[in-house]
T-cell receptor, first 111, second 113 residues
Framework: GQNIDQPTEMTATEGAIVQINCTYQ??????LFWYQQHAGEAPTFLSY????GLEEKGRFSSFLSRSKGYSYLLLKELQMKDSASYLC????????????FGSGTKLNVKP | DSGVTQTPKHLITATGQRVTLRCSPR?????VYWYQQSLDQGLQFLIH???????AKGNILERFSAQQFPDLHSELNLSSLELGDSALYFC????????????FGPGTRLLVL
């Protein structure tokens, strides 16, 4: 089966750094994705990891360890607009690349 | 604006009814994905079409069906609606069958009364 875990909610301060963790158990792992979703809006793609290591994109970075079934999303220089839910999703090569989403981590950025 | 369009934006209907949700992918994208998001269940993958063919099936009920047409737009049909079907339905598109980057439409908010 598939199992994806992420914290339900986190709070951080504007200007700080926050790390959102995601652990997964997936058969036929074929990539991990992070999405940002503001309340009432559509998810927007942030990052994609398929090999171990760190992918950096501006203020956002994503890390993957396939052997540990672990990923994190790192947000630097937090801004108030970063308050949103962050969804971790895993793709499985079985069943033609089916996607599994975690429940999301709601990040509250305070002044 | 992701380039993915969905209609209608809002839909209110009664239990037992049937509705059709429509999605137009970004220009040139061959893959269309459908997702359901409800308050208590998060984002659930329903189905994936690539260039007109069904590629992957997720937690899609038998009362639901989808298709992708030759012009690549897709429709999600929901029948015998129940209160629990009330949710946000998102469509996403990508340029590949693997879906490395999916672009989500604004969603259709369905309320079943």
């Amino acid at each position: 089966g598939q199992n994806i875990d992420q914290p339900t909610e986190m709070t951080a301060t504007e200007g700080a750094i926050v790390q959102i963790n995601c652990t997964y158990q997936t058969s036929g792992f074929n990539g991990l994705f992070w999405y940002q979703q503001h309340a009432g809006e559509a998810p927007t793609f942030l990052s994609y990891n398929v090999l171990d290591g760190l992918e950096e994109k501006g203020r956002f970075s994503s890390f993957l360890s396939r052997s540990k079934g672990y990923s994190y999303l790192l947000l630097k220089e937090l801004q108030m607009k970063d308050s949103a839910s962050y969804l971790c999703a895993v793709r499985s090569i079985y069943n033609f690349n089916k996607f599994y989403f975690g429940s999301g981590t709601k990040l509250n950025v305070k002044p | 604006d992701s380039g993915v369009t969905q209609t209608p934006k809002h839909l209110i209907t009664a239990t037992g009814q049937r509705v059709t949700l429509r999605c137009s992918p970004r220009s040139g994208d061959l893959s269309v994905y459908w997702y359901q998001q409800s308050l208590d269940q998060g984002l659930q993958f329903l189905i994936h079409y690539y260039n007109g063919e069904e590629r992957a099936k997720g937690n899609i009920l038998e009362r639901f069906s989808a298709q992708q047409f030759p012009d690549l737009h897709s429709e999600l049909n929901l029948s015998s609606l129940e209160l629990g079907d009330s949710a946000l339905y998102f469509c996403a598109s990508s340029g590949t069958s693997g879906g490395e980057t999916q672009y989500f439409g604004p969603g259709t908010r369905l309320l079943v009364l």
